[in-house]
């Protein structure tokens, strides 16, 4: 991964982590506080309150604001969905595990919108109606056995390197797959791969209740 990388972390011991994790990557460039934003591939910044919604807002460019990758310290679903609608980069926990923030920032930089499973998760379950569930579960038919084992620990929150352990294969062989069911469900994020699994789940239960 070649990536120019800024870093907006008020909170020190966060920013000594994530400077520590970084400068151990090849090829990645960690900008100074003083530099340009306009410099950066992903800058990094902390979303905790309304001050940095107003931040964002007050960015002129769109293109700059699209290179925001924002880390959230608590579950303020309004601050994620306020943040989105600045057509930023995406957003993770400050809690997320080293494999997940290297692969938002790269998935990122790419020019996809990153939303981690976890706050999906939580921002779907907040809004309630899924649409329809049978149109989800026709297309979980679509899925082989090994591939539905992949979702299922993705969706439980497992990081693809724990899940190759599990299923006794490589974490290339998980990456493959998981680009596999989002292909064949036709999804092309997270948000909506987590919305896919949720319906299911919802699918099933209504299923089991009716028969």
Request: with cysteine; hydrophobic share 40%.
């Amino acid at each position: 991964m070649k990536a120019n990388i800024k870093l907006r972390i008020q909170n020190p011991l966060l920013k000594t982590y994530l400077q520590a994790l970084l400068k151990e990557e090849k090829d990645v460039l960690l900008l100074r506080d003083e530099s340009y934003d306009e410099r950066a591939d992903i800058c990094l910044f902390e979303l905790n309150n309304d001050d940095d919604i107003r931040y964002l807002k007050n960015m002129e460019s769109t293109s700059l604001r699209s290179r925001m990758l924002a880390i959230l310290s608590s579950n303020d679903l309004s601050l994620v969905a306020q943040s989105l609608e600045q057509q930023i980069a995406g957003v993770m926990m400050d809690n997320a595990s080293e494999e997940e923030l290297l692969f938002a920032i790269e998935y990122s930089i790419k020019g996809n919108k990153y939303i981690a499973p976890s706050i999906s998760l939580q921002f779907i379950t907040k809004l309630g109606s899924l649409g329809s569930s049978t149109l989800f579960s026709s297309k979980m038919e679509l899925l082989n056995q090994k591939e539905r084992d992949v979702l299922e620990l993705i969706m439980s929150g497992h990081a693809n390197r724990e899940i190759a352990y599990q299923l006794f294969t490589t974490k290339r062989k998980i990456e493959e797959i998981r680009k596999s069911i989002m292909k064949k469900i036709d999804v092309d994020n997270n948000f909506s791969l987590t919305a896919f699994y949720i319906n299911q789940e919802l699918y099933h239960k209504d299923h089991l209740s009716t028969t």
